[in-house]
């Protein structure tokens, strides 16, 4: 495995306080090719650029002299409860930040009582990862060209407790990503998606020369919608499609009887130049009412960007990249230490807006 530039840290330097400085010390514990993995985003990183641009847009309006005695973060979300609105996004390869990778991150869950969406590309089996928090956790799908192997994988989501599925459907296939390109990433040896060691293997493809090795190739792999209601028919288990943008997609979802939805573009790892997930939030949740689950993804790094997504329509809040650049820092704890700093600075919000509980938070708190 490509070593890190500095083992962890077993304590949290005094000028490391924010999700940003997790970033910038990130920098000095991830090899170079790592780092260029995980902080870029696709082609010209209009996207990922975007998704931050346009969280700094909303503003937050006070509404002053509330009684905020009687405040909190709780939530209930699909009928389970939630400490605060934060929850762990399914971040792929773990090993490549921390030796305890997955492990350790849900060690952190747990000690801030803080759901985690479980990937099926972690580097450590579902079923050690779930025995290791007591938190809400979700497992997030990629389906496979095997359909009995997909099969399988949710059979092991069930037994192991997950409580609902989150399958993601805006990466049939890796986006261009010239940045990890440039820097020569390439998996280290000894990190693998373990769960998916049992995979059939591919068959050989074949094309003449009227034929695309995208198209006919990679893509002859990818979901559709009947796939989805296949998967309904296979489990009881509640399905989220993550990666939604379109409100036409998110309505097709509600009324083809899904759980709900995450709005998000991967982080900006995809597709370039589509919008950004926080202005496509509240025109999906005006699209799919009130009742219907919504989760946001994409460029949160402090309490007020959670607080804006609350207020746009998201039921919860989803951390990505954040948690990864605290687990190459300091393991569990940095994980651990990240989340207290988001809760406590989205109470501190939440306070001085004068929106003491999760669902007095509404577009009525923000200035665009």
């Known amino acids: 495995m490509e070593k890190s530039l500095k083992t962890p840290l077993n304590s949290i330097p005094q000028d490391l306080v924010c999700a940003a400085d997790y970033a910038r010390y990130a920098k000095q514990h991830l090899s170079h090719a790592v780092y260029e993995y995980v902080v870029g985003g696709g082609a010209d990183e209009i996207t ?60 952190a869950a747990n ?81 693998e998606a373990v769960n998916l060691r049992d995979r059939p293997p591919l068959p050989r493809q074949s094309f003449d020369p009227s034929q695309s090795v995208v198209f006919q190739g990679m893509m002859s792999e990818a979901p559709v919608w009947e796939d989805i209601r296949w998967l309904q028919k296979q489990t009881t288990l509640p399905i989220i499609l993550k990666g939604i943008l379109s409100p036409i997609d998110a309505v097709q979802a509600r009324e083809l009887g899904l759980a709900g939805v995450v709005v998000s573009n991967h982080g900006g790892r995809t597709l370039d130049c589509v919008p950004s997930s926080i202005e496509m939030l509240p025109v999906i949740r005006e699209a799919v009412g009130t009742d219907f689950v919504v989760l946001y993804d994409g460029a949160v790094e402090r309490g007020t960007d959670t607080f804006k997504a609350l207020a746009l329509g998201a039921d919860l809040v989803c951390l990505g990249r954040p948690q990864f650049y605290a687990l190459a820092v300091a393991g569990a704890l940095g994980v651990a230490h990240l989340l207290r700093i988001l809760r406590e600075e989205l109470e501190v919000t939440m306070s001085l807006a004068g929106t003491p509980t999760i669902d007095s938070i509404t577009s009525h708190s923000l200035q665009y």
């Open 111 to 191: 000690h801030l009582e803080t759901g985690m969406i479980v990937s099926t590309l972690a580097t450590r089996s579902l079923e050690d990862i779930a025995a290791s928090t007591s938190q809400t956790k979700w497992f997030q799908l990629y389906f496979q060209q095997d359909k009995e192997f997909t099969l399988s994988l949710v059979r092991r989501a069930e037994q192991a407790g997950y409580s609902a599925l989150v399958v993601t459907v805006d990466a049939p296939l890796h986006g261009i990503r010239n940045r990890a390109q440039r820097a020569g990433f390439v998996l280290p040896e000894g990190v």
């Open 48 to 107: 990922l650029r975007r998704n931050r641009q346009k969280l700094d847009e909303y503003f937050i309006l006070p509404s002053v002299l509330k009684d905020c005695t009687k405040g909190g973060t709780h939530t209930t979300v699909l009928g389970q409860p939630f400490r605060h609105p934060l929850m762990l996004a399914p971040v792929a390869f773990q090993q490549l930040a921390h030796p305890q990778a997955e492990l350790a991150t849900a060690e």
